[in-house]
């Protein structure tokens, strides 16, 4: 298209200056034409006058009828003014042959009269003049028959410039038709219908039809807009594509747990609705899972494994059920179990096989772990409308199998809904108890068996609520651990310990000691510790021993034996408690920086009747001895009891035997009766 409208441009320049160079060549000629004619009539002119009458012949026939000087001085005159108008005729443009033959009769009956030189002049014919002034009318003729074909040749002229005119005009007109022909054919390949493909793609690009591509094959810049629209679709699909995959994953985590990967609270609600319809029952039944003291695991590993062990769990969980049992994860360490009762599977059998499950440690990050769960089982009978009364129910059974003690299993009755209100109320009520003072403690003799003398207490937490009367530490020492209350209370027992000891020694002529228990939620804080540690550096403390129950110093051997050993640095005597109740940690004890150790009531229970249990007490403590370890004997209530624990050298007693718990006015009355 460029070349046709260059061409059509250049046809038109170069007739347009064929035109005008012709117009400049006519104008020309006609203008030097008009020139040598005027020049040539006026010289003719001239040269009539001066040969006709009045002129050369006029003074010829003058000269003639008197030969003087004078008029042959006149005569001289008007012939040279007569060959200059003729030569001024040769001289004003070309001349023809007619012209020269013209001139030249002229010019020889000039020569025939002379120059007026020579007098007299020569004989002139009057003929041969007047055949010269016919020349002239020649002359005049050719001029006027000059000007006839100057004009003739100026309209062919013309004729030309029209026809060159036309034709360019024509060939311009038609080069200029084809140039508009090809910029309307140009502009409707190149912009009408690409603009109609652009609109045409925007509108499937606004339906959000992103699969197929834009083809653009054009380099100019509407094909560059619409690689930049087949861009912006490239990148509408892909931010779609990624809009949706956050979504099958947004979706995901508001139903899945993020760690474990298992179904969350809200989607164990929904399969929990899926199945259960109001008063008929759906053979469903929800096996609640709290892990035992998994606080520990984080406080004393750190959350990492702790996340680690949970994934574990989850996993080994998964493995023990069918694909139409559920397992989910309701945060924290707590998980829950669905299973189909109909398939002849009870539940609890399938709490059995979670128990197995957790009897083998779990391998984390190179440690093994050994950890239990509580299990609270709860029945769809029909009689719950929503799944959160099954499942709230499931949570009772669980918190009277944690008040049961590690792994434990408990299946829901009406009764322990009761229990559980009860439960509640001690958690809202324990803070206020401390305050008011209707939490106390008790101390408990502990008597060297030899010479059955008094040689201290152990301090225990006791609770007199005013409307539900004296309360177990069984059942509110869990709350308090749960829920961090423990280091309050455990605070409240080192001081009253403290401050009674002084009492109870005020009377007494041998050093008393008082033992205070140390809690796994105490152990594992450290700023616990820290608090600890400080006030036991205190004079008044020096009489104080700390007790640690065997599962505990077990649950990280490590961690628990670095903690362990800053108290031993301090000076201050530490006591395993129920040893021989939780692990096998005979391996574990020449490890710990203890110096008491303290067997469990469940061996002397059997004491009497047993000679191998027998046995075996002898062996524990010929072992604590062989390891630098004093032994203390809890549950002791019979006479039997003490006289063989003391023939096989066992170094304390304490139990019913010596006396139960007493208040500090109690025990002062038994330091008196014990008197020496």
């Known amino acids: 298209m460029a070349v046709a409208m260059g061409l059509g441009l250049g046809g038109l320049v170069i007739i347009g200056v064929a035109v005008v160079l012709e117009i400049d060549d006519v104008t020309e000629r006609g203008e030097k034409y008009q020139v040598e004619a005027i020049t040539k009539l006026e010289s003719l002119a001239e040269l009539r006058n001066q040969i006709g009458l009045g002129s050369v012949v006029d003074q010829l026939h003058q000269y003639q009828t008197s030969p003087d000087s004078a008029h042959a001085a006149q005569l001289a005159e008007s012939l040279r003014l007569a060959r200059t108008n003729l030569d001024a005729y040769r001289l004003a443009g070309q001349t023809t042959p007619a012209e020269e033959q013209a001139l030249a009769q002229v010019s020889g009956a000039l020569d025939l009269i002379g120059d007026g030189s020579i007098l007299p002049p020569p004989a002139t014919n009057l003929a041969d003049l007047q055949a010269a002034g016919q020349s002239l009318g020649t002359l005049d003729r050719l001029i006027s028959a000059s000007n006839t074909a100057l004009a003739e040749a100026n309209v062919d002229e013309l004729q030309h410039l029209r026809w060159l005119t036309l034709a360019g005009g024509g060939l311009a007109a038609s080069l200029l038709a084809f140039v508009t022909g090809a910029v309307v054919w140009q502009s409707r390949r190149r912009v009408v219908e690409p603009l109609a493909r652009l609109l045409s793609e925007s509108r499937r690009l606004a339906a959000l039809q992103l699969d197929k591509p834009f083809d653009w094959p054009l380099h100019d810049e509407l094909g560059e807009l619409g690689r930049t629209l087949d861009g912006t679709r490239r990148t509408l699909r892909d931010l779609l594509a990624e809009n949706e995959e956050r979504t099958k994953r947004l979706a995901h985590l508001a139903t899945h747990d993020p760690l474990t990967g298992l179904a969350n609270r809200a989607k164990l609600i929904e399969w929990l609705g899926e199945r259960m319809q109001g008063g008929r029952p759906s053979s469903l039944a929800l096996l609640f899972l709290d892990l035992d003291h998994f606080k520990m695991v984080n406080d004393s590993l ?375």
């Open 302 to 676: 750190g959350h990492s494994i702790g996340d680690k062990l949970l994934v574990a769990i989850a996993e080994r969980l998964t493995a023990l059920f069918q694909p139409g049992e559920r397992v989910a994860r309701l945060g924290g360490d707590a998980f829950v179990v669905v299973i189909d009762l109909a398939g002849g599977m009870t539940a609890k059998v399938s709490a059995s096989k979670i128990e197995a499950a957790f009897a083998k440690p779990f391998a984390v990050d190179g440690m093994e772990l050994s950890i239990t769960t509580g299990i609270g089982i709860a029945v769809d009978d029909g009689q719950r409308e929503v799944p959160e009364d099954l499942l709230r129910d499931a949570d009772i059974a669980l918190y009277r199998a944690k008040e049961a003690g590690r792994g434990q299993t408990q299946i829901f009755d009406m009764a322990l809904r009761e229990a559980v209100l009860v439960r509640h109320r001690l958690h809202s009520d324990l803070d206020a108890a401390i305050a008011h003072d209707e939490v106390f403690v008790v101390y408990q003799p502990i008597v060297r068996l030899g010479p059955n003398q008094v040689s201290g207490f152990e301090s225990l937490i006791r609770w007199r609520h005013p409307d539900l009367g004296l309360i177990s530490p069984v059942h509110f020492v869990p709350i308090a651990e749960e829920t961090g209350g423990i280091l309050k209370l455990g605070r409240h027992v080192l001081e009253s310990a403290v401050r009674d000891l002084a009492l109870l020694q005020q009377d007494w002529p041998a050093p008393l000691s008082v033992n205070v228990n140390f809690s796994p939620r105490q152990m594992w804080d450290e700023n616990h510790v820290s608090e600890m540690l400080a006030r036991l550096g205190e004079s008044d403390c020096a009489q104080v021993k700390i007790e640690v129950t065997e599962s505990l110093a077990m649950t990280n051997p490590d961690s628990a034996c670095d903690i362990l050993r800053r108290f031993s640095a301090l000076g201050v005597p530490l006591c395993i408690d129920d040893f021989g109740t939780g692990y096998s940690s005979l391996s574990y004890l020449g490890r710990f920086p203890f110096t008491i150790l303290k067997l469990d009531k469940s061996f002397v229970a059997g004491l009497t009747g047993d000679a191998g249990q027998g046995r075996l007490i002898k062996g524990v403590i010929n072992l604590a001895h062989d390891l630098g370890l004093e032994v203390v004997a809890e549950g002791i209530e019979l006479e039997q009891e003490r006289a063989i624990l003391t023939s096989m050298g066992c170094d304390y007693g304490q139990g019913y035997l010596f006396a139960k718990p007493l208040k500090l006015s109690d025990a002062q009355e038994f330091l008196k009766r014990a008197m020496p």
